[in-house]
Every structure is written in structure tokens, then in C-alpha cells.
């Protein structure tokens, strides 16, 4: 069973730069695809961010150039670089990981799920 707990969440002015951690509890991993999401209340979860196995990255286009997502296996840390960020990008921010080699920005794709940590940008 993979545990996975965010952090690094709060509020920044438009513009303003934030980085995101997602910590991992299972040795194994980095065995896993990791992903970053994001909802509003009454909207669905969206894909921000994946990479998978090979270090291999995608994202959203609403994100491309501002966000970077990265991870550090001898912590079991994901993160996600929040940079320019503007008054949409606030959220409750989401980290996930599947037993897969490769990544999606697709919800239905991860197993496990963190309890989120939310970012709010004020303009």
C-alpha cells in the first residue's frame, strides 16, 4: 500500500512562485508513475502534471512553461515547481501514482491519491 502526503500549499500574489512536495512511504516507489491534479469545487479533477518511470513528463497546456514536475527517488518525493502563477491556477492540488511504467493525465489511471494541499493566487 502506497501512502502519499502533500505539502507546500498557500497563498502568493499573481506572478508569484510556489513548489509543491508529495512524499511517498513505500520503498518500492519509485516502481511508480506519479501524476499532479487539481480541482475547484464543482469542477471535475484535471491533470496538471505526470512523469513516469523513465522520467519521461507531460503536461496540461494550461501549465506548459510555468510548471515543472520532478521527482527525487532517494527521498520518495515528488514535486511539482509552480512558477508565474496566476489567480486559475488556485486550487486543491492533488498528487497520485499508478503501478505503471508510463504516466497519464487521466484520473481513472491511479491507484492511490494523497488529501491534497491547496494553492490560492490572488490577483
Known amino acids: 500500500q502506497l501512502h502519499l502526503a502533500e505539502s507546500g500549499g498557500g497563498s502568493v500574489q499573481d506572478g508569484g512562485s510556489l513548489r509543491l512536495s508529495c512524499a511517498a512511504s513505500?520503498?518500492?516507489?519509485?516502481?511508480?508513475?506519479y501524476a499532479w491534479f487539481r480541482q475547484t469545487p464543482g469542477n471535475e479533477r484535471e491533470g496538471v502534471a505526470c512523469?513516469?518511470?523513465?522520467?519521461?513528463?507531460a503536461y496540461a497546456t494550461s501549465v506548459k512553461g510555468r510548471f515543472t514536475i520532478s521527482q527525487d527517488n532517494a527521498k520518495n518525493t515528488l514535486y511539482l515547481q509552480m512558477n508565474n502563477l496566476k489567480p486559475e491556477d488556485t486550487a486543491m492540488y492533488y498528487c497520485?501514482?499508478?503501478?505503471?511504467?508510463?504516466?497519464?493525465?487521466?484520473?481513472?489511471?491511479?491507484?492511490?491519491w494523497g488529501q491534497g494541499t491547496q494553492v490560492t493566487v490572488s490577483s
Open positions: 497520485a501514482a499508478a503501478v505503471s511504467s508510463w504516466c497519464s493525465l487521466w484520473t481513472s489511471f491511479y491507484n492511490y
Open positions: 512523469i513516469d518511470i523513465y522520467a519521461h513528463t
Open positions: 513505500a520503498y518500492t516507489a519509485s516502481s511508480y508513475s
